[in-house]
């Protein structure tokens, strides 16, 4: 099922990069957490509240350079006392996979667990992405959403697998 807001213009200038395709490699910057290199993601270096607003964010390997993403992400975070420990990519279309159930009265189907945004607002980097949660979660009660967000959290540790040091990600050259 495609998720309808993947196809709406997030960009603060009205055009950007376009819809993530799903070959695009996306690399998530962790922060603060106590997950070592070459260790396993783990579900608290997700903020699941973040998921609602579209406000995990990625970058777009296929759009940054190593530069561009040591200025605009890694440099503000630990100019603000943040400790960055290690980088963890994915592709999109790992992410669009993820899917679940819920259980209740009336379990809805298995539907997609999160939309992947060409989301750029004023200050992003111009090949910034984010994830956010899919719009037929809205109808789940705040018990089934609690229990949903912790193993969608779950399923991207998955998904992103291990944390790496930024050298192991292949940047683009230069942004087209």
Known sequence: ???????????????????VG???????AVFDSETM????LRTSDFDTKAFLHGNVSLART???????FENNILAPKTASSSKFCGVSS??????????????????????RGFCLLDKVELGDMESHAALQTCKEQQG???KQKGSFRAALAADL??????????????WCASPV
């Open 140 to 142: 789940l009660t705040a």
């Open 90 to 111: 994915a592709k999109a279309a790992d992410l669009r996979s993820i899917k679940r159930s819920v259980s209740g009265p009336q379990p809805p189907p298995n539907f």
């Open 22 to 28: 799903d070959g695009e490699t996306l690399v998530y």
């Open 37 to 40: 290199f070459g260790e396993r």
């Open 157 to 170: 540790c998955d998904a992103f697998g291990v944390v790496g040091k930024i050298e192991q990600v292949t």
């Open 1 to 19: 099922m495609a998720c309808s807001r993947e196809g709406i213009n997030n960009h603060h200038l009205g055009t950007g990069y376009g819809r």
């Open 62 to 68: 296929a759009y940054t350079t190593r530069k561009d």
